[in-house]
Nanobody, 126 residues
Framework: VQLQASGGGLVQAGGSLRLSCVASGGTFSRSNMAWFSQAPGKEREFVAAISRTGRTTDYADSVKGRFTISRDNAKNLVYLQMNNLKPEDTAVYYC????????????????????WGQGTLVTVSS
């Protein structure tokens, strides 16, 4: 499975961006998906996750109420709507997937995900 993320860019604090991640390979609807971020000099960290059915989501405390993860299984797409962006949200954002045809459990660790996209840079200016 290959993932291709897009939608990053430069935005002022308080602005919005929508990240997209398209999957190829035929297993998207059986995969739980997530977004992670990695700021310069820091470890990659969990942002949001969504179950393969789309019925269950989870968010890092730092983005709750501002970010929304969603998916379209018909189009093999997962989205991250980012509102009220803050300078501390500046990072490279990665989409990740975990093939999990028998579970909808949300996972938040990088080691739990089998495949990764290349990342898209989000820069929030103050």
């Amino acid at each position: 499975v290959q993932l291709q993320a897009s939608g990053g860019g430069l935005v002022q604090a308080g602005g919005s961006l929508r990240l997209s991640c398209v999957a190829s390979g035929g297993t998207f609807s059986r995969s739980n998906m997530a977004w992670f971020s990695q700021a310069p000099g820091k470890e990659r960290e969990f942002v949001a996750a969504i179950s393969r059915t789309g019925r269950t989501t989870d968010y890092a405390d730092s983005v709750k109420g501002r970010f929304t993860i969603s998916r379209d299984n018909a189009k093999n797409l997962v989205y991250l709507q980012m509102n009220n962006l803050k300078p501390e949200d500046t990072a490279v954002y990665y989409c990740a997937g975990r093939l999990d045809p028998f579970s909808t459990a949300i996972r938040t660790r990088t080691i739990d995900y089998n495949y990764w996209g290349q990342g898209t840079l989000v820069t929030v200016s103050s």
